[in-house]
């Protein structure tokens, strides 16, 4: 009997996809456990020398702030002299492949000493003026001393894996969202085996090390390619469904040029491919931005895709400038940087799900414009510091002062421009409300209220429900809004807001019912009132027949002449 996949259900999938998730992560923590272990946690410091942060297990007695020095095997090894590139958490930063090979080189060197039963290491203490070493006894490295980016970096990648998974399960015959999917099958990939070999303690053969690195620039040359593939077949398709094959073709001949080294150098291996996937996701989503012109659910959709990469790379850049250049925040680990992926990841997922995307496209402008703001300080912070050799704490202070002047009056003119909302403020339309409902025509309301609904929402199109609705609701992902039948008038569909600029919110439809049971409560006013005239208008009536009319009958039957009596009866016919 063939299994078919088809049958299984959305849990199950989201099971399977946790399994997979498991199983890369039991391979990496044991590729991470198999190497040889000191018990060291090193670091390079400013001047480029590598100390010891903390010591445990082997090297339990080598001091914590020691300078390390080198290595060497027993019995009278030769002396190998460390180096701060020993430490490199990602080697991908090195000039060409011929520094890349030196630098695995070392690696095999050092690992097989590592692998040796013992090792001799030579360190100086922070306040000895001679160097001391120590002998040890390579061990087994136990799980509790994986350092925190280690698993920072799987966790993150498993939420990535997953989040994809369930955007999958819930529209699996959606390109988009299965190019989605498989950018969470290959983040793992990526992400993991960075994390075996940037959380290293000193080195790893060389072999293992050239493997790890070459399934990362896979699996990130797989999501650039996948992410081409989602601004290919989303929102509207640019190509035929099999022509998305061919991306992941092309970059996969490319990824082969850098690990058989065929390409000229680094840039063109490795470098040029990630940039030229990040221009082509940008320029395809600019032509998928053209397109949906008319479309503002396509647009909203895009403009969550566009916000999630600019703020998973501008926090990126944001962190690298204040770390590098400014100095004022410590280092970012290279594992926390994946952090900014899961940004990407959650961006993506909205944008493509479509999850209450009426809620998040106000959101989008104001953390666009946050994110600007942010930027801006540090790029003035920098532009100070570097052009007019200033201190970090004034050049702070005087971009704060800036942005303050200049940027958030500015920021408060851009959301003006750019989130197209009506009118809000009830107080405004009170009045409006009043004079709609004390109008004396049916016809006359249904204008005028018309004219208010046109006033407030700018639709595309406002037409008349035939059937009754008591509830005010919005529908198709935010384009319509249906209102409630209110004061004697039909309910009302309202579409394309703001001349389809737009999405109609939950406020929206919160606003529409207040102005609703305003109506109500004017018709009823109205129809109090009318029912009291009325009431008074038969009042009068009764006293004038009683009084009035019993005075000119007297009058009639008392009248000294005739011609004064038929005078009072036609008076009495009158009345």
Not at 21 to 41: D, I, K, T
Not at 89 to 108: H, S
Not at 511 to 538: H, N, P, W
Request: aromatic share 10%.
């Amino acid at each position: 009997m063939r299994f078919n996949f088809k049958m299984l259900r959305p849990a199950n999938w989201l099971w399977l996809a946790l399994a997979y998730n498991l199983l890369l992560m039991v391979m990496a923590v044991a590729q991470a456990l198999h190497a040889p272990w000191l018990g060291l946690r090193l670091q390079v410091d400013a001047s480029g020398q590598i100390r010891v942060e903390s010591a445990q297990g082997p090297a339990a007695a080598v001091p914590v702030g020691a300078r390390l020095l080198a290595l060497s095997t027993e019995p009278n090894g030769t002396q190998w002299v460390l180096q701060a590139d020993d430490l490199m958490e990602e080697p991908d930063v090195v000039a060409d492949y011929v520094q890349m090979d030196a630098f695995l080189a070392r690696q095999g060197q050092i690992a097989a000493m590592l692998a040796q039963p013992s090792v001799r290491l030579y360190w100086q203490g922070a306040d000895a003026a001679a160097p001391s070493e120590s002998l040890l006894l390579p061990g087994q490295q136990p799980l509790r001393s994986l350092p925190l980016p280690f698993w920072f970096q799987l966790l993150v990648s498993v939420a990535g894996c997953l989040i994809a998974a369930w955007v999958w399960v819930l529209r699996p015959h959606d390109l988009g969202v299965r190019m989605f999917g498989i950018t969470g099958l290959v983040f793992p990939v990526f992400a993991m085996s960075a994390a075996v070999y940037s959380s290293r303690e000193l080195a790893l053969p060389t072999p293992t090390f050239f493997v790890l690195s070459a399934i990362n620039h896979w699996g990130a040359a797989m999501f650039g390619a996948a992410l081409v593939g989602i601004f290919l077949c989303h929102p509207r398709p640019l190509l035929a469904p099999r022509l998305l094959l061919w991306p992941f073709a092309v970059f996969n001949l490319w990824w082969l040029t850098d690990v058989t080294r065929l390409a000229p150098d680094l840039d063109w291996g490795n470098r040029f491919l990630v940039m030229t996937e990040m221009g082509l996701a940008v320029l395809l989503a600019g032509l998928q931005w053209r397109r949906a012109k008319g479309h503002p659910v396509d647009r909203a959709s895009l403009r969550w895709l566009f916000l999630s990469l600019l703020l998973g790379s501008g926090l990126f850049i944001l962190s690298t400038i204040a770390t590098v250049s400014l100095g004022w925040l410590p280092p970012l680990p290279q594992g926390y940087a994946f952090g900014f992926f899961l940004l990407i990841y959650v961006g993506i997922a909205l944008g493509l799900r479509r999850y209450r995307l009426f809620d998040l496209d106000e959101w989008a402008y104001r953390m666009l414009l946050w994110l600007g703001g942010a930027l801006l300080v540090v790029g003035l912070d920098a532009l100070l510091i570097l052009m007019l050799d200033w201190t970090g704490g004034l050049a702070l202070g005087v971009s704060i002062w800036l942005v303050g002047m200049i940027y958030l009056p500015l920021r408060h003119w851009i959301w003006q421009r750019l989130v197209h909302r009506p009118r809000l403020q009830l107080h405004e339309h009170l009045p409006d409300v009043v004079s709609i409902a004390f109008q004396q025509a049916q016809g006359e309301r249904e204008m005028a209220w018309d004219r208010l609904l046109h006033r407030l929402y700018a639709p595309l199109e406002l037409t008349k429900l035939p059937h009754a609705q008591n509830t005010s609701e919005w529908a198709e992902d935010g384009l319509a809004l249906h209102i409630a039948a209110c004061g004697g008038m039909a309910p009302r569909l309202l579409r394309y807001p703001d001349q389809g600029g737009r999405l109609f919110s939950p406020r929206d439809v919160a606003f529409v019912d207040t102005l609703c049971d305003l109506m109500r409560q004017a018709q009823i006013s109205r129809d109090d009132q009318l029912k009291a005239v009325s009431e008074e208008r038969k009042r009068i009536a009764r006293d004038v027949h009683d009084d009035v009319g019993a005075r000119l009958l007297m009058l009639i039957h008392r009248a000294p002449t005739a011609e004064l009596a038929e005078l009072a009866r036609a008076a009495m016919n009158d009345l």
